[in-house]
């Protein structure tokens, strides 16, 4: 049973270690590509984020994996044990981290648009925790330059969608970032012609232009469009929010998995003490 359980932690162990690795990789050989690449292909703020996190992550995974794959290997429990500390914090932070997701992704109350193929949200549908930490001040301002960066509205700018019919447009669907940034709201009552931002400002009854921000806003820019409307904001955060839902079930999964690991572990290293107490036990798989 001592070689059984060492062989599983060793294994999948290997296995980690490998990914964490993998990880490390790609975040330096991209910092390396775009430092020798022109200004063009320069690293957008979020870019830089998200690969230093993976950098970060990388490195605590090998580094935690390597400890659990020797100290199995060498069947050393004080190596065993801190491995299992290590591991025992990490499904402790990963379970508070989902309760977290779940707490601060609650149901929005999105409705529908008469006529359009999307819901149409409002900040107040959101966490508060959500909308101070994406959608105010310098942080909105940020993820705004980052979602220019990544063209998320080429799509509206095809040339196969030229010439898209006025409701076949309106039908489309379209994601709640698309929505909210690169077109205006519903109820600024714009009338579109074609994909190449062709939209004339004629306003429906009851909408004033002067007391709604986002009618105010919206410009045919490309680098502009409505990417700085509250529409928007609300746009990514209706992302956020069903990326970290999705995040969070992939999050429960790998706690199980951990905590599967975990009890392995637990084994392994009392297997050993009895290996070690006892000799004749060797004589046993």
């Given at each position: 049973m001592a070689r059984i359980?060492?062989?599983?932690?060793?294994?999948?162990?290997?296995?980690?270690?490998?990914?964490?690795?993998?990880?490390?990789?790609?975040?330096i050989s991209s910092h390396m590509h775009h430092r020798s690449s022109s200004a063009i292909a320069a690293l957008?703020?979020?870019?830089?984020?998200?690969?230093?996190?993976?950098?970060?992550?990388?490195?605590?995974?090998?580094?935690?994996?390597?400890?659990?794959?020797t100290g199995a290997y060498h069947k050393s429990n004080w190596?065993?044990?801190?491995?299992?500390?290590?591991l025992f914090f990490m499904i402790v932070g990963a379970v508070i981290f989902m309760i977290f997701l779940f707490a601060v992704t609650n149901e929005t109350a999105g409705k529908v648009v008469s006529h359009r193929?999307?819901?149409?949200?409002?900040?107040?549908?959101?966490?508060?925790?959500?909308?101070?930490?994406?959608?105010?001040?310098?942080n909105w301002e940020?993820?705004?330059?980052?979602?220019?960066?990544?063209?998320a509205c080429s799509a509206f700018s095809s040339?196969?969608?030229?010439?898209?019919?006025?409701?076949?447009?309106?039908?489309?669907?379209?994601s709640?970032?698309?929505?909210?940034?690169?077109?205006?709201?519903?109820?600024?009552?714009?009338?579109?012609?074609?994909?190449?931002?062709?939209i004339e400002t004629l306003f429906g009854p009851g909408v004033d232009y002067n007391a709604d921000t986002d009618c105010r806003i919206w410009n045919d820019n490309h680098n502009k469009l409505c990417y700085s409307c509250n529409s928007c904001k609300v746009g990514f955060l209706a992302t956020v929010r069903n990326q970290w839902r999705h995040s969070a079930v992939g999050?429960?999964?790998?706690?199980?998995?951990?905590?599967?690991?975990?009890?392995?572990?637990?084994?392994?290293?009392?297997?050993?003490?009895i290996y070690k107490r006892y000799p004749h036990y060797r004589s046993y798989p």
């Open positions: 359980s060492n062989i599983l932690i060793v294994a999948l162990n290997a296995i980690f270690l490998l990914i964490g690795l993998c990880l490390i990789i790609y975040g957008t703020a979020c870019q830089q984020f998200l690969l230093n996190a993976l950098l970060i992550l990388g490195v605590f995974v090998a580094l935690v994996s390597l400890l659990g794959l190596l065993l044990a801190l491995y299992l500390i290590l193929g999307f819901k149409e949200y409002r900040l107040g549908d959101y966490s508060h925790w959500l909308q101070n930490h994406f959608a105010k001040g310098n940020i993820f705004r330059s980052c979602l220019v960066d990544s063209q040339d196969d969608n030229e010439d898209q019919e006025h409701e076949d447009f309106l039908k489309a669907n379209f709640p970032l698309q929505d909210g940034c690169c077109q205006p709201p519903a109820k600024c009552g714009f009338i579109y012609r074609n994909t190449t931002f062709g999050l429960l999964i790998l706690i199980a998995f951990k905590i599967l690991v975990f009890c392995i572990g637990c084994c392994a290293r009392r297997n050993n003490s």
